[in-house]
C-alpha cells in the first residue's frame, strides 16, 4: 500500500463520543486526502491537505475535521460521531496536486457508530 | 449529487468473457478519467487512466474508451480471470491545485471459472 498505514483498522465507537483516526506515510508526499466509501456512493472526499498545515474541504467534510502537523502524519477527527459517519475510512497520498498525479490510497479503517 | 455516474452496479462473466463497464459525466471541466481496482479489504489501487484528448488506450488487457462528445467512458476487460474479481471505480478529476478525485459508484465484477 505503497507506505501507508492507517490506525486504527476497526473501531466501534458510541454516538456523541469523539474519534480520530490517524494516517502515517513514509513517502514524503506532500499531498493527502481522507475518503470515506459508502454503499451506493462510491468515495467521497472529505478533506485534504497539501502541505503540513495547510488543509482544505472536500465534498462531504461537515462533522469532520483534519489536522496535519507533520509531513507524514494526517488526522481526520469526528468531534461528536454519529451514526451517518458509520463508514470506511481511506486515506490516499500524491506527490504532486496536478491532474494525473496518482493517489495512492492506504488500506482504509472501518468505522461503526452505534 | 454524483458526478459521475457509473453502471452496472454488479456484473458477472464466465473466464475469457469481455465484461464493459459504463460511465458518465456532465463537467466538461474534467480532464483526467483514473479506473481503480479494489480487492476485498484493500484500498482502492490505480488500474489504468485516460485524458480527453485521445479515444482509446490499453494497457495489458484493460482498455479504456472515451467518448469525449458524449462525456461517457468505459473500461473492457479482455479475457477476463478469475483474479480480476473485484470492485471497479471509475472516477474524474480537473485542476484544482489538489487533483480532487469524483468517484462512480463502483461496480463489483465476479468473473466465473
Known amino acids: 500500500d505503497a507506505g501507508i498505514t492507517q490506525s486504527p483498522r476497526h473501531k466501534v465507537t458510541e454516538t456523541g463520543t469523539p474519534v480520530t483516526l490517524r494516517c502515517h506515510q513514509t513517502e514524503n508526499h506532500r499531498y493527502m486526502y481522507w475518503y470515506r466509501q459508502d454503499p451506493g456512493h462510491g468515495l467521497r472526499l472529505i478533506h485534504y491537505?497539501?502541505?503540513?498545515?495547510?488543509?482544505d474541504k472536500g465534498e462531504v467534510s461537515d462533522g469532520y475535521s483534519v489536522s496535519r502537523s507533520k509531513t507524514e502524519d494526517f488526522l481526520l477527527t469526528l468531534e461528536s460521531a454519529t451514526s451517518s459517519q458509520t463508514s470506511v475510512y481511506f486515506c490516499?497520498?500524491?506527490?504532486?496536486?496536478?491532474?494525473?498525479?496518482?493517489?495512492?490510497f492506504g488500506p482504509g479503517t472501518r468505522l461503526t457508530v452505534l | 449529487q454524483q458526478q459521475v455516474k457509473q453502471s452496472p452496479q454488479s456484473l458477472i462473466v464466465q473466464k475469457g468473457g469481455i465484461p464493459i463497464i459504463n460511465c458518465a459525466y456532465e463537467n466538461t471541466a474534467f480532464d483526467y478519467f483514473p479506473w481503480y481496482q479494489q480487492f476485498p479489504g484493500k484500498g482502492p489501487a490505480l488500474l489504468i487512466a485516460i485524458r480527453p484528448d485521445v479515444s482509446e488506450k490499453k494497457e495489458g488487457r484493460f482498455t479504456i474508451s472515451f467518448n469525449k462528445s458524449a462525456k461517457q467512458f468505459s473500461l473492457h476487460i479482455m479475457d477476463s480471470q478469475p483474479g480480476d474479481s473485484a470492485t471497479y471505480f471509475c472516477a474524474a478529476s480537473y485542476q484544482t491545485g489538489a487533483n480532487n478525485l469524483f468517484f462512480g459508484t463502483g461496480t463489483r465484477l465476479t468473473v466465473i471459472p
Open positions: 490516499a497520498i500524491s506527490d504532486a496536486g496536478s491532474t494525473g498525479d496518482e493517489q495512492f
Open positions: 491537505s497539501y502541505g503540513v498545515k495547510d488543509t
